[in-house]
């Protein structure tokens, strides 16, 4: 069975720091372009940070970049996201997804295979 599983999502204090991670069961993710996805209550979902196979090429989103970090490790089959200097707008449902292409899209519809998502909740 294809399955994405993530985890690592929590409580944390404004400025702190946290890791989620995003491990494939039934398939490999060599091939495979994996996006980080995050949907807050009442938003639209949006991408976070997006990376390719073998070239690993990324996107960040604007409100992300400099403060989060995708890693993949295909050796693991999984892909992490560093998020640092983390604020209360961060808060949302995260969830990995799994496009069956080599390169990574933006677009939430263009991804093949989600996860169930880990909530993080940035508070103090």
């Known amino acids: 069975q294809l399955q994405l599983v993530e985890s690592g999502g929590g409580l944390v204090q404004p400025g702190g720091s946290l890791t989620l991670t995003c491990v494939a069961s039934g398939f490999t993710l060599d091939d495979y372009a994996i996006g980080w996805f995050r949907q807050a209550p009442g938003k639209e979902r949006e991408a976070v940070s997006c990376v390719s196979a073998y070239d690993g090429s990324t996107y960040y989103s604007a409100s992300v970049k400099g403060r989060f970090l995708i890693s993949r490790d295909d050796f693991k089959n999984a892909v992490y996201l560093y998020m640092s200097g983390l604020a209360p707008e961060d808060t949302a449902v995260y969830y990995c997804?799994?496009?069956?292409?080599?390169?990574?899209?933006?677009?939430?519809?263009?991804?093949?295979?989600w996860g169930q998502g880990t909530q993080v909740n940035v508070s103090s």
């Open positions: 997804a799994l496009r069956f292409q080599f390169s990574y899209a933006t677009n939430s519809a263009e991804y093949d295979l």
